[in-house]
């Protein structure tokens, strides 16, 4: 192949590896953060094959050239956030009774609580009221402050699928809820980051030891995401792989040791955690 085709070439496969601005009218990519032995890496899931990149995932990464399987590498969680925002009662269905609110309301979780698709969900001793959350799950992919509603999307990267696992007797009782959201693998969060999906329309579902226990599609969310993204950002600066779950619908029961959790969000596939007892 001539130099000029193949750098031709090159140049159409890296601009396929980063989403536009308007990531509506891309095609979708999944993207994946995972370990082959000692080194971390970054790359664009093909079926069972991985495209490794190379470089930041949210400053233009480059292809390799190298291919792996995906059955030769662990998962991570697909980005490594700095901050975990999330809204809470942000579907009528979750709301019951209660009248739904003016603003998003907020609460953060902490990147310690963040673990992969496949680890466990680890209970305290004390934890007798954990509950699954299904959410989709916003990835920031540029500094965001102050934006409006028409811009936010323009800092959106992508969006994968979360467990907002949260402690029920905590919840209520606590001064904060800093135990009951953000405990040590209280976030699981992946397997993939998508781009170029509709998030204004995706079908979310959780299912526990395989039967659907939640299932409503996300333009049922009270806040969109360009609302959330939005409103977030006039009180803190989000930055490339912060994430934001959006809201968990209809109504949630406790996990027990044992118990296999999977949330599934259309287009991005299937988190799938364990629950198992603190030794």
């Known amino acids: 192949m001539p130099i000029k085709s193949r750098l031709l070439l090159l140049a159409l496969v890296v601009a396929m590896s980063w989403p536009s601005q308007d990531a509506h009218a891309q095609l979708p990519v999944h993207y994946v953060r995972y370990a082959s032995g000692a080194t971390t890496s970054y790359g664009i899931l093909e079926g069972e094959t991985i495209r490794e990149l190379q470089g930041d995932l949210f400053e233009g990464p480059r292809p390799t050239g190298k291919r792996l399987r995906l059955a030769d590498v662990r998962l991570l969680p697909p980005v490594a956030p700095g901050k975990v925002i999330a809204v809470g009662l942000n579907y009528k269905s979750h709301l019951g009774e209660r009248p739904s609110a003016a603003y998003p309301g907020l609460f ?74 953000a405990a040590d693998t209280f976030g699981p969060l992946g397997p993939v980051i998508v781009t170029g999906l509709p998030y204004d329309d995706l079908l979310l579902q959780t299912r526990l030891n395989g039967e659907v226990v939640q299932s409503q599609r996300t333009k049922d969310l009270i806040f969109n995401v360009s609302e959330i993204v939005s409103y977030v950002s006039r009180y803190v600066t989000l930055m490339p792989g912060d994430v934001i779950y959006s809201g968990t619908p209809g109504t949630t029961k406790p996990i027990k040791p044992g118990d296999v959790v999977e949330v599934e969000v259309e287009g991005v596939g299937v988190l799938r955690n364990r629950v198992v007892r603190q030794k």
Request: aromatic residues 8%.
């Open 108 to 181: 953060a979780k902490l990147p310690t609580s963040i673990i992969a698709h496949g680890e466990d969900i680890v209970l305290p001793p004390d934890a007798n009221n954990a509950h699954y959350e299904g959410e989709m799950v916003i990835v920031i992919g540029r500094r965001a402050s102050r934006v409006s509603e028409g811009d936010a999307a323009s800092y959106i990267f992508g969006i994968t699928a979360g467990n907002d696992v949260s402690e029920r007797d905590w919840q209520k009782n606590d001064l904060q809820w800093f135990r009951a959201k």
